[in-house]
Each structure stands twice: as structure tokens, then as C-alpha cells.
């Protein structure tokens, strides 16, 4: 997947792909910092076994189970070390990370992208994942910096406001389909 993005994702337009003839939206950088917020740890116990996400890629980043949790609810995780540097991942309910793991939580003006959460960790990792490397590795500085390309703003019906349209990230599946073409 990882050649696939370098050599043929960044390569096309997506913005493109799913954008209607006549409509309001505008296509756009948004900056991580925009979107998201760093948040801190704060351990619990548990008396159920929790994940314990770390740099690993696979399991959604679970490595091993804990009976302890630091995070409850959804956030992104980013892995910040090794050769998966940048990847990112959704965890939904109790969980634990390594001292490598950046978790993020949405901002409470984007609460409403919640269930658009796995696109926007898509879309990040395709664009931050090859940026990184063991020298050169993801921290929360760097990532709060980066941005995610080709974001919809649309005008709200209700309100008149440009929002972030979540139907407008349905060109993320376009480009899944295309890697399982592969």
C-alpha cells in the first residue's frame, strides 16, 4: 500500500474525484492543531483487560492488554517511532499507549466529525506517514503542524457557516477501492 501511495496516490488529484458540479464547498488545508487537540494521560485502573496501543501496524496499533486505561472515548493515535512513523490509528473506548504515542481528540466545534474519524486517520497517514523516519521522527510539535489536504468546506444549510462537509470525505473510499484493485 505504502509504494502504491508514493508512487501513484500523490500523484492524483482527489479532490477531484467526488466533487459536485454545483456545490458551495470549497477544497482546503486544514492544520492538525485546527482539528485536534493534544491530550494528556490520566491512568485508571481496570478490572477488565484494556489495549495497550503502540507503534505496531497491525490490530489497530494494539500491541497487548493492560488492566489499566489512560483514555476513554475517541481519539486518534500516532504512532511517533520506528518505520511505521506517522501512522495513524481510531480507538474507540478504554486504552493505554506507549511513551511513542501521540492521542489526539477532536476538537468540541468538530465533535461532529466523529464518525469520520477513521477517514481523517487515513488521510493523515497517507500524507505524514513517509514524511517521517528513525532520524527524523514524528513529535507533537511536528504533527500539530502538519496539515490534511483537500478537506471539504461546505456551506451549512442552517446556518450559513462553512463547516467541514463528512459527505464530502466519501472520496477517501474511491481511493480504497483503487488500492484493492491492486
Not at 26 to 44: M, N
Not at 82 to 102: D, E, M, P, W, Y
Amino acid at each position: 500500500i505504502t509504494t502504491y501511495m508514493k508512487n501513484v496516490g500523490a500523484a492524483t488529484d482527489w479532490s477531484k474525484m467526488s466533487k459536485k458540479e454545483n456545490d458551495d464547498c470549497e477544497w482546503r488545508e486544514v492544520k492538525i492543531s485546527d482539528l485536534f487537540e493534544f491530550v494528556q494521560k490520566e491512568k485508571h485502573n481496570s478490572k477488565v483487560s484494556c489495549p495497550f496501543i503502540s507503534c505496531s501496524g497491525h490490530n489497530n496499533g494494539v500491541s497487548k492488554y493492560v488492566n489499566y486505561y489512560e483514555y476513554d472515548g475517541v481519539y486518534m493515535t500516532v504512532a511517533t517511532d520506528g518505520s511505521l512513523n506517522g501512522t495513524c490509528f481510531v480507538q474507540n473506548g478504554k486504552f493505554a499507549v506507549a511513551s511513542n504515542v501521540i492521542v489526539l481528540k477532536l476538537q468540541d466545534e468538530y465533535n461532529y466529525l466523529g464518525h469520520a474519524m477513521f477517514q481523517l486517520s487515513f488521510m493523515l497517514t497517507f500524507q505524514i506517514n513517509m514524511k517521517y523516519s528513525y532520524s527524523y521522527k514524528c513529535n507533537r510539535e511536528r504533527l500539530m503542524n502538519e496539515t490534511i489536504d483537500y478537506v471539504p468546506f461546505c456551506k451549512d444549510p442552517k446556518t450559513g457557516n462553512k463547516i467541514i462537509d463528512v459527505s464530502g470525505l466519501q472520496y477517501i473510499y474511491i481511493y480504497i477501492e483503487h488500492l484493492e484493485l491492486l
